[in-house]
């Protein structure tokens, strides 16, 4: 898919989920989410993810086992795939995956915190 055709579908979908969150009171579901994703990656239950925790999210979101990331086994918005897609090939290696926790962890304490995640939901 180009990277044209995939932008227009985030925008629309982008659109609806504006739509909809402008009509929601209730800002649950994205907690629901980012909670579900933490508890994903989170191994050890401490609430921020670690660089091997990381890692190992790769594996667990690779659902076709080929080894990279396409945008649809991809489990975070647009701008974060866009982000980890450092070669713009439409593809996210476990290298690019990896090096997204420097681009991530705002505070540089080598983890990865809810607060930091959760723009990319």
Not at 75 to 91: M, P, Q, T, Y
Not at 96 to 109: K, Q, S
Request: glycine letters at 4%; a negative charge.
């Amino acid at each position: 898919m180009t990277r044209k055709i995939r932008f227009a579908i985030m925008l629309l979908c982008f659109a609806g989920g504006l739509q909809l969150t402008a009509c929601s009171d209730d800002d649950d579901d994205l907690e629901d989410i980012i909670d579900d994703r933490l508890d994903d990656l989170d191994i050890d239950d401490n609430l921020v993810i670690s660089r091997s925790e990381w890692h190992n999210g790769f594996i667990l979101f690779d659902d076709d086992e080929d080894l990279v990331l396409i945008f649809s086994e991809f489990r975070f918005n647009g701008a974060l795939f866009d982000l980890a897609d450092a070669n713009l090939d439409g593809l996210v290696t476990q290298t690019e995956w990896d090096n997204l926790v420097d681009r991530i962890d705002t505070n540089d304490n080598d983890r990865i915190e809810e607060s930091e995640l959760a723009p990319y939901f």
